[in-house]
């Protein structure tokens, strides 16, 4: 969290994140309910409903519908937002192909959740980490404000002319969508100049007739593919950019593609994302204050990957130890995987090993962060495991 | 920091009381942070909900397995629920009971603080909704947050008549134990 301001209230995280969202001003917002997620869209609902907010709020069956929704709207040069979680986002994974394919500019905060069977309501990334390859940005966040912070940017780098991407603003749930804690709500007049009406290059008008997401043959195909893989990587600067233009108009940054903490000099760094990193920099102080060179690596582009930026950030570290909530049964974890095939064509070559912990809801405490480091320690002289599930409860196995 | 868990049952809004501590310890200008131990929450199954306050930005986000503080809404959960667990021998804890101490026969080298919030909410809100008489007994118990920003933080939830209730029975639980 950053340092106290005149304007900082105690909120809860989804009331913060739908007063983004409401600051951002969609025309059309579409959701179905769903835990932890519920509080966000209940409150935009509210805000409609009172008068607070003026968009077109539409109520469906499910968030396969609410996604469909959006794909109309957002065709139709619609500002479109949503918000769900883990079964939610497995239901809409046809329609997340299709908004990526039709360059739709949609934002969506997911509520990060665990993943059934068995059915578990509580928080792991697995939902959004599983939607890597959907086409879609995703941005991780570490506390309420950077939530709020990144929606309204996510905005801006979705509409940008040479983006055209979807974003999903990837949140931990319970743990920032039912914390409270102080934020600095978004002044609706600045969210206006930092973020102009959406401005579209193509829209459906019948004025004009045009398809969308219509038959591409062999001969075509890949090109559009290409096309969006394109516009990622020059979603790298972009990304970048608008951290820092909302640094220029709001004062926060959180970095852009990554982040860091006490790193410049670490020998053991750990690399994560999501809200697991407080808990982290407090372990790391502690850590420190004993002599151990621990430091953080934050990824809060995980699609794009930041190869680059990650390579030069990482390339002292003498070990790395990363800690993620999904795992990728039959490999290994998503970002641990990705962080290897960074490194596997440069000259670096740092011991790297990979923990899965926190699924399901499972808590991760400082304990646990100095367990990582005294592996990740041992892992220095010599790997003796890649990947591993931390505190493995073998007893009940 | 000081970090505080409140136990109570789904439905007698500990996890509201969480969040007035928050409130409440912002407005006396420190650092804090709220949430609920995320559960499947059925009305009179056992909760807890955790607090933090500090004098700089609070950044760790698991839950809390030692605290400084802990209250205790409704004393049947002393049969299920181990309370006390990891309370902090300097710390204190704050029981809804209108038994004695002794009776309670808690595990704990803390201080416990026992006080009849089922009685003074019934006295005074007319039911048996103690959160905010308890928050009464916390300010008091610990002062960690001061009364003026409880009643503040109370008054912006809970608005007109049982607002001003509500800030009657904070004040008699805030004198009952200071």
Known sequence: MSEKTANMKVVEGSYAVAHAVMCCRPDVISAYPITPQTHIVENLSQMVADGELDSEFLTVDSEFSALSVLVGSSAAGARSYSSTTSQGLALMYEVLYNVSGMRLPIVMNVANRALGAPLNIWNDQQDAIGARDVGWLQIYVEDVQEAVDATLQAYKIAEDAEIRTPIMVCMDGFVLTHVYEPVELLDKEKAREFLPAYQPANILDPAKPKTFGAFADPSTYTEFRYQQFEAQLKALDKIEKVAREFEETFGRYYGGLIDSYQAEDAEIVIVTLGSVIGTIKDAIDAMRSEGKKVGLLKVRSYRPFPVQALRKALKDASVIAVIEKDVSIGSEAGLVTDLKAAFYNSNIRIPIIGFTAGLGGRDITVKDIRKIVDKAETARKGIEFEFEFLNLRTEIL | ?178
């Open chain 2, 1 to 178: 920091m000081k970090e505080i868990r409140l136990h109570g049952r789904g439905g007698q809004g500990s996890v509201t009381a969480a969040e007035m501590i928050a409130v409440a310890a912002f407005e006396d200008k420190r650092f804090s942070q709220a949430f609920p131990a995320f559960g499947v929450e059925r009305r009179g199954a056992p909760v807890m909900a955790f607090a933090r306050i500090a004098d700089k930005p609070i950044r760790i986000r698991s839950q809390i397995y030692e605290p400084d503080y802990v209250i205790v809404q409704d004393v049947t959960l002393l049969d299920v629920v181990d309370v006390a667990a990891g309370l902090k021998p300097t710390g204190k804890i704050i029981i809804n009971t209108d038994r004695p101490r002794e009776a309670l026969k808690l595990k704990t080298d803390a201080e416990v603080i026992t006080i009849d919030a089922t009685k003074i909410a019934m006295d005074i809100l007319k039911r048996p909704i103690v959160n905010t008489t308890m928050l009464g007994a916390f300010c008091g118990a610990s002062k960690e947050v001061g009364l003026e920003s409880m009643n503040k933080a109370i008054s912006e939830r809970f608005k007109g008549e049982l607002g001003k209730k509500n800030l009657l029975a904070i004040k008699a639980a805030f004198e009952r134990v200071s």
